[in-house]
């Protein structure tokens, strides 16, 4: 024996990115996706999907069908898929698919027209001979005129900017897609908000005491009001101390 390791076992450490009972040729199965921008640094994700796998099977009783889709077209290329090991008459195996955006003919998902690839094709096999930012160009305008509302397409608008800054400039979407195209989306939004609380949160700390600043956060956090945060903004620039910023907060 080498060491005793104990009875007392942590089953799983960090959770999984996607589950989802499922429903296939009338059997019942679990549905598992990891979302890997990059390899995976702190464990292999052979070791981390055989983990995952333990406790899904366990937990549940019923098949899992797993998977791992890398974003980032260098990441992946080293993962063997599974982990398997025989000896003495015992036994072990678990297998995942690996799916590697970069792999995927980017051209044939944009003919489909379907709106949910839509923000990952950046990210796919460009046809041959097209230079990267002309393909980038190409799955912007398919994305502009796939044949949904205008909320949705800002969603999507948004997310093509966000996975495809993976690979590529970020600015370059600011070039290519205009502000006021993405301005609807839910999640642009959503980014704004955080962006300017962040902002006022770290004005104030430069000038006041952290712990009484972090302590308006939640309030912070509990405004819609993309025009009242800015004004906070603002406020956050020229109040003298940290009681007045308060009385600024809470006032209607």
Known sequence: MLADLGTEQQIIERETDIVKRIRINGHKAILHVELQLRDSTDKPMWARNAQYQGYLVGEHQMPVYSN????HPRAGRNDPGGYTYTWNDYEHSNRYKVIRLIEIEGQSVLEMQAPGPLPFTPLMKPPAGMDPERWLQECIDATRAVSVDQRTQADLLYAIS???????DPQIFKQRIPEELMQESKFYQLMLKENTIEHIIALLELQ?????????????QNIDDLERLKYLHLAAARVPNIEAFTQELIAE
């Not at 966000?162 to 590529?168: A, I, K, P, T």
């Not at 006041?208 to 912070?220: D, G, K, N, Y």
Request: aromatic share 20%; net charge neutral; glycine share 4%.
């Open 162 to 168: 966000l996975f495809g800054s993976v690979v590529y």
């Open 68 to 71: 791992v889709i890398y974003f």
């Open 208 to 220: 006041f005491h952290t712990e009484a600043v972090r302590a308006l956060t939640p309030m912070l």
